[in-house]
């Protein structure tokens, strides 16, 4: 266990709409991850957050939003939803991140997203 | 640009097989850290090892062991004497001044 948890663990849902998944860090992580694990992508970086502001942007659509709370848990947005998002979606945490991306991330469990 | 690559795509071995899983990246930064993650047949990601660009020492965990050569860009994984419970997918991932990039990973049966 890795101490990160993420819920829901499924969700099933319909073309063209909007889901929320969320995500709780390690007890004392401020850094939030999340990525898309897919057949074609692979795993791919989507967006950080740090003690509540975004820090990166990776390969995010125009369609995903993130953010960061103050009690540090972190939601993922996926509106406009297609076939296409059908993945495996993770999110991380790690201590800390002064603009280096050195410390060890540890993964949630996921949340298998299926769009019909 | 990262990348990290992960050659084999699948392996199968026998029970109490060793096997070698390999790992090659490109970076331009001059620090980095090179990881590896499992991820069974259950889903969760499962953190292994960091290993930091100053460090070239192999580690040996148990019946894993690590190999870096900065020289050849690689950062291998070895398993000893296999066990059906190691079957799972294994990535190898680099960071430094960017987030994690994974590779495609390297799906390991191993067979009793």
């Known amino acids: 266990d890795s101490g990160v948890t993420q819920t829901p663990k499924h969700l099933i849902t319909a073309t063209g709409q909007r889901v929320t998944l969320r995500c709780s860090p390690r007890s004392g992580d401020l850094s939030v991850y999340w990525y898309q694990q897919s057949l074609d992508q692979g795993l791919q970086f989507l967006i950080q957050y740090y003690n509540g502001e975004e820090r990166a942007k990776g390969n995010i659509l125009e369609r995903f939003s993130a953010q960061q709370f103050p009690d540090l848990h972190s939601e993922l947005n996926l509106s406009s939803l297609e076939l296409g998002d059908s993945a495996l979606y993770f999110c991380?945490?790690?201590?800390?991140?002064?603009?280096?991306?050195?410390?060890?991330?540890?993964f949630g469990p996921g949340t298998r997203l299926t769009v019909l | 640009a990262q990348k990290v690559t992960q050659a084999q795509t699948e392996i199968s071995v026998v029970e109490k097989e060793d096997v070698t899983l390999d790992c090659v990246y490109e970076?331009?930064?001059?620090?980095?850290?090179l990881f590896w993650y499992k991820q069974p047949p259950s889903g969760e990601l499962v953190f292994l090892i960091r290993r930091n660009s100053f460090d070239e020492q192999n580690e040996i965990s148990g019946r894993y062991s690590w190999n870096f050569q900065k020289s050849t860009s690689s950062f291998n994984f070895t398993i000893t004497a296999s066990q059906v419970v190691d079957s799972a997918v294994y990535f190898c991932a680099l960071s430094g001044n960017t987030p994690l990039v994974f590779g495609k990973g390297t799906r390991l049966s191993v067979i009793a």
């Open positions: 991380a945490s790690s201590v800390v991140s002064a603009g280096r991306y050195t410390d060890t991330q540890y």
């Open positions: 970076t331009r930064d001059t620090t980095y850290y």
